[in-house]
Nanobody, 116 residues
Framework: QVQLVESGGGLVQSGGSLRLSCAASGIIFSSYSMGWYRQAPGNVRELVAA???????IYADSVKGRFTISRDNAKNTVYLQMNSLKPEDTAVYYCSTDQTRVPRYWGQGTQVTVSS
């Protein structure tokens, strides 16, 4: 049974930081690219950052320079370090396996709320 379990969300003031974690089980984690997505109320789910098998990364323009995605294959975990948070970063954050592989797996999401 595949599980992706996010943690680390919460309420933070504008300018603050949070680190999200996504622990995977039931997959060969090192063979998957992983992504963090977010969805705010009334908005579509959007890619925030992704990290590929070789360690290369991509970021949405809105988070470049503020967020950092990383992975620890020994712990089957992908992280999202979020600094200089803004109210517009408020959303439910989800981790996901590689969009090019089927089936695709999603976590349950973790709420991030940034107050102004």
């Amino acid at each position: 049974q595949v599980q992706l379990v996010e943690s680390g969300g919460g309420l933070v003031q504008s300018g603050g930081s949070l680190r999200l974690s996504c622990a995977a089980s039931g997959i060969i984690f090192s063979s998957y690219s992983m992504g963090w997505y977010r969805q705010a109320p009334g908005n579509v789910r959007e890619l925030v950052a992704a990290i590929f098998i070789g360690g290369s990364t991509i970021y949405a323009d809105s988070v470049k320079g503020r967020f950092t995605i990383s992975r620890d294959n020994a712990k089957n975990t992908v992280y999202l370090q979020m600094n200089s948070l803004k109210p517009e970063d408020t959303a439910v954050y989800y981790c996901s396996t590689d969009q090019t592989r089927v089936p695709r797996y999603w976590g349950q999401g973790t709420q991030v709320t940034v107050s102004s």
